[in-house]
């Protein structure tokens, strides 16, 4: 139904026509599927392999000097969790450009200034435009929740979405977040999901960069010369782990806080260290995230598992609100040597699954598996105190 008032041409959609009971029946169904919200980064790169050099100085923010742009989605993407590179290809129309034309992506504040209703769908995927092609862009690549869609509709149904979205019973999700870039955009642009989440899930490799001068310790053999090493085939920016470090420490203060959470149950952390020799990155570099979270959980129920092989070390931590006091308990086990197995550990089987398919003893933190041959493991270990630093 549409009607026309003086030269401005009104539309009026059907929504509007049904019923308030039903309109919020449909907006149950929308906001029905946000249990689970998965907080990532991905690098944006043309089918041949060529970043804009633009992109590089495009803004100070640190994952944006690395050529990512920050995504989210509200439900379990396990493709945005895993280690494997992750790329954004360019339409192939938009690869081939005269000599001359000027490329550029659009930065999140961009797009937040062209659609100041979405909220936090400014950190989805931004898509590509062309001055002398605006009708190029790559609108397909990029995803918006439905309950974002349907605010964009008119602001009668932003209204009343907004409104619901306050007044019904919350929904605590679970966040799955990649490290280092997941905790940037989620300090940066969605802080306020912290107060919501029942569960946080970080998962990533530690990119750590070593230089000659950085081998000290009594691991080093004086006179040995020491190799600059490319874990993965790469290193993060130094800007980005530096970020990220700051971006985990607010993040893990927040949630294991001495005055404590409403709603939150654990923090859960999968970090694969590259190498051999990486364990001691574990607790000796400064920017190690699980030496960085320790410190900042103020008391808990800390379970602590480190595997190890002869490609990297990973590190399982598993922490629960306690405030008052602090255990913590430590186990050592062999990870497999095969690609596969290493870059698979920052993954659980456990992650995507509703708390009724989760197995008892997975969530029971006090209950130990058996260790496996040749592997010492130190189950009952505890230090208890009043939450001070560890």
């Given at each position: 139904m549409s009607k026309t008032v003086g030269k401005q041409r009104q539309v009026r959609g059907d929504l509007?026509?049904?019923?308030?009971?039903?309109?919020?029946?449909?907006?149950?169904?929308?906001?029905?599927?946000?249990?689970?919200?998965?907080?990532?980064?991905r690098?944006?790169?043309?089918?041949?392999?060529?970043?804009?050099?633009?992109?590089?100085?495009?803004?100070?923010?640190?994952?944006?000097?690395?050529?990512?742009?920050?995504?989210?989605?509200?439900?379990?993407?396990?493709?945005?969790?895993?280690?494997?590179?992750?790329?954004?290809?360019?339409?192939?129309a938009e690869n081939v450009l005269a000599p001359g034309l000027r490329r550029r992506y659009r930065t999140a504040d961009e797009l937040a200034a062209e659609n100041p209703t979405i909220g936090y769908s400014k950190i989805l995927a931004a898509s590509t435009?062309?001055?002398?092609?605006?009708?190029?862009?790559?609108?397909?690549?990029?995803?918006?929740?439905?309950?974002?869609?349907?605010q964009q509709t008119c602001k009668q149904i932003y209204q009343e979405l907004q409104h619901h979205m306050s007044s019904r019973t919350a929904i605590n999700p679970i966040l799955y977040v990649t490290y280092p870039h997941g905790v940037i955009v989620l300090k940066e642009h969605c802080p306020h999901l912290l107060k919501q989440a029942?569960?946080?899930?970080?998962?990533?490799?530690?990119?750590?960069?070593?230089?000659?001068?950085?081998?000290?310790?009594?691991?080093?053999?004086?006179?040995?010369?020491?190799?600059p090493s490319q874990p993965l085939g790469?290193?993060?920016?130094?800007?980005?782990?530096?970020?990220?470090?700051?971006?985990?420490?607010?993040?893990?203060?927040?949630?294991?806080?001495?005055?404590?959470?409403?709603?939150?149950?654990?923090?859960?952390?999968?970090?694969?260290y590259p190498?051999?020799?990486?364990?001691?990155?574990?607790?000796?570099?400064n920017q190690s995230p699980i030496s960085v979270a320790l410190p900042n959980i103020c008391g808990g129920k800390i379970d602590m598992e480190v595997w190890r092989s002869k490609m990297g070390a990973g590190v399982f931590l598993r922490a629960r609100p306690q405030p008052r006091a602090r255990e913590l308990s430590t186990g050592w086990r062999k990870l497999g040597d095969t690609r596969a197995e290493n870059e698979g550990f920052v993954l659980s089987d456990q992650w995507g699954k509703s708390e009724e398919d989760i197995p008892t003893n997975w969530k029971d933190s006090n209950r130990r598996e058996e260790t496996e041959v040749g592997i010492t493991t130190y189950s009952g270990t505890r230090f208890s105190g009043n939450g001070g630093s560890y």
């Open positions: 509007l026509d049904l019923p308030a009971e039903l309109r919020l029946n449909i907006y149950d169904l929308i906001l029905g599927d946000d249990e689970a919200v998965t907080i990532s980064g690098e944006i790169v043309d089918e041949e392999g060529d970043v804009d050099p633009e992109e590089s100085s495009a803004s100070n923010v640190s994952w944006r000097r690395v050529r990512r742009v920050p995504i989210i989605k509200n439900f379990y993407d396990e493709s945005l969790l895993a280690i494997a590179p992750r790329v954004h290809p360019l339409p192939a435009k062309s001055e002398t092609k605006p009708e190029a862009s790559s609108s397909s690549s990029t995803y918006i929740p439905a309950h974002l869609a349907l029942r569960a946080i899930n970080i998962c990533g490799p530690f990119l750590y960069g070593k230089r000659p001068h950085e081998c000290t310790g009594y691991w080093c053999c004086p006179g040995q010369a020491w190799k790469r290193t993060e920016n130094p800007a980005t782990l530096l970020a990220a470090t700051e971006s985990l420490t607010w993040l893990v203060r927040s949630v294991l806080s001495p005055k404590g959470h409403p709603v939150f149950e654990r923090l859960e952390m999968r970090i694969f190498e051999a020799d990486a364990y001691r990155e574990v607790w000796t570099n």
